[in-house]
């Protein structure tokens, strides 16, 4: 007395299974079976088949669950970028911005595609980084072997880049240390080895008229002349900041 048995059939398989009449399904499997007399070793071998066959539709799911995995990863760090962009708005009383007093040439070259801001202070800017107005203040040697024109070729003289005048404005990125940071982008030119800490540059904003204000004694510091208050609303509100 025979039985009834479930067969799991590939699509190729299944096509084939389809195409005959249904009268004789059952006689062509039971002859293939009379024919095959499946030995051990012929068992084994199929269970192999059976098995390559699974495993390698867990590859395909993995690889799709990995595409998946990358597409959220990146839509997380898109976020995670504006939730940190919009914790660190800009003060809308200009005198309430930080500025940062930086030597020449790297005050203008922040606005030149300068990637990172060097630091050996803990306390000049905020662990997490933020919104600063930045100064150009006097003349920084260049270390040995290192040559501005490598990373902006078409910087003007050096005595004709401006002194004491806010050029505009800066986001900061977190606090690392160099030798991290360095390891992070593979040795990044704009981070010198020479300082503790530094914060990489997530975006600039130049003025259209830098907002003179003579030397200032210190890294960090605020305005306090109503012009030159007045004249920062006025180009923080010209570049779209305000």
Not at 44 to 52: A, G
Not at 59 to 75: A, T
Not at 76 to 88: G, K, P, Q
Not at 183 to 199: A, L, Q
Request: hydrophobic share 30%.
């Amino acid at each position: 007395m025979g039985g009834k048995v479930n067969l799991y059939l590939d699509d190729e398989s299944l096509d084939v299974w389809h195409s005959l009449p249904r009268g004789i399904r059952s006689q062509v499997v039971r002859q293939a079976l009379l024919n095959q007399k499946v030995s051990s070793e012929g068992r084994d071998k199929m269970l192999i088949q059976e098995k390559k066959r699974k495993l390698s539709n867990v590859e395909k799911e993995l690889y799709q669950l990995m595409s998946i995995k990358e597409k959220l990863m990146c839509e997380i760090t898109e976020l995670e970028e504006v939730i940190a962009s919009a914790n660190h708005k800009i003060p809308r009383n200009p005198a309430d911005i930080k500025c940062l007093t930086e030597k020449q040439p790297f005050a203008s070259a922040c606005f030149h595609g300068r990637t990172f801001y060097n630091s050996d202070s803990e306390r000049t800017i905020s662990v997490e980084g933020g919104w600063y107005a930045f100064h150009a203040g006097s003349m920084r040697k260049l270390r040995d072997g290192w040559i501005l024109s490598d990373y902006w070729p078409e910087h003007p003289k050096m005595s004709d880049l401006p002194k004491g005048t806010i050029l505009g404005m800066v986001r900061l990125g977190p606090r690392e240390t160099t030798e991290s940071a360095s390891s992070r982008t593979s040795g990044d030119p704009w981070i010198h080895p020479g300082f503790m800490y530094c914060h990489e540059i997530l975006e600039v904003h130049p003025f259209q008229n830098p907002v003179d204000t003579g030397r200032k004694y210190g890294s960090r510091w605020s305005l306090v002349e109503s012009d030159e208050i007045e004249r920062m609303h006025d180009e923080l509100k010209s570049c779209g900041l305000y």
